[in-house]
């Protein structure tokens, strides 16, 4: 059942359950899941990643990170990327294009994983993208340190989720589904590469969350949308047989 819907700019998104609201989508170019990994993160105590935590507002608690994550409802589309694959690895088929995220990014080994890694149907070898995110220490746009402000307990990076929509190898206005949206970092990285984007959460404040970063986003690409281009005069400078 759909709970609540937004249209904002190319970006389409559901308040609800992403397995209900599946059949009323329309056409799907790829999936680009982040779910809940089955790992209980909120209960999981005395990593300096629950210390930092307790600055916060919110918890760890994600819906339906208490129980084992099933990606069967997802293996069948064309083009998948599922974060968090090696929690579930006994469930998902054999693949070589694995995308590995490197958030140690050289720097020392702690109590959080090194890496991150999704598990995907795509063509080719195994791929590598580092950029520092442990704890409160945050390198690139989303950088920013910014404590309580943090956005979501499990948020992503944009840089690091516009690399890996760039491994699917989408024409320009592709539709990208993100059933586990979050606060829809992967709809920011979507809307600024052109492609259209459907996200759906199951909790209504990361869907109000989700709604609130996206306008800000496509209010700020209207700031710098350059004028249209004049139309193309075909024909001017042909030459003349
Ligand atoms: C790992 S988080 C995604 C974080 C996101 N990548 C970000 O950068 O903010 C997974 C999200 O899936 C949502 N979720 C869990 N079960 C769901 C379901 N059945 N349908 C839709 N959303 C669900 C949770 O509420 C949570 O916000």
Avoid at 191 to 196: A, V, W
Wanted: proline share 6%; with cysteine; net charge neutral.
């Amino acid at each position: 059942m759909i709970l609540a819907k937004a249209d904002i700019g190319n970006a389409t998104l559901y308040h609800g359950d992403c397995l209900k609201i599946l059949p009323t989508l329309g056409h799907i170019d790829a999936v680009i899941a982040d779910p809940p990994y089955g790992i209980n993160l909120g209960k999981i105590s005395g990593t300096g990643r629950n210390r930092w935590n307790e600055g916060t507002n919110y918890g760890f608690d994600i819906v339906g990170d208490d129980r084992d994550f099933d990606p069967a409802p997802w293996l069948a589309f064309e083009k998948v990327v599922l974060f968090g694959g090696n929690h579930f690895g006994s469930r998902l088929p054999d693949a070589s294009c694995w995308l590995v995220w490197d958030k140690r990014d050289g720097g020392t080994s702690d109590s959080c994983a090194d890496c991150e890694m999704a598990w995907t149907n795509l063509k080719g070898p195994a791929r590598l993208f580092s950029q520092k995110w442990r704890g409160m220490v945050r390198s690139g746009e989303e950088n920013v340190s910014r404590g309580a402000i943090r956005l979501h307990p499990a948020q992503k990076p944009v840089a690091m989720l516009a690399w890996a929509i760039e491994q699917c190898k989408l024409p320009r206005g592709a539709v990208i589904f993100d059933p586990y949206m979050g606060s829809a970092s992967l709809g920011i990285a979507a809307l600024r590469g052109g492609y259209r984007y459907i996200g759906i959460d199951i909790e209504r404040r990361w869907f109000d969350v989700a709604c609130t970063r996206l306008k800000q986003e496509v209010a700020q690409g209207q700031l710098f949308t350059p004028e249209p281009a004049a139309p193309e005069q075909v024909g001017l400078f042909q030459e003349v047989a």
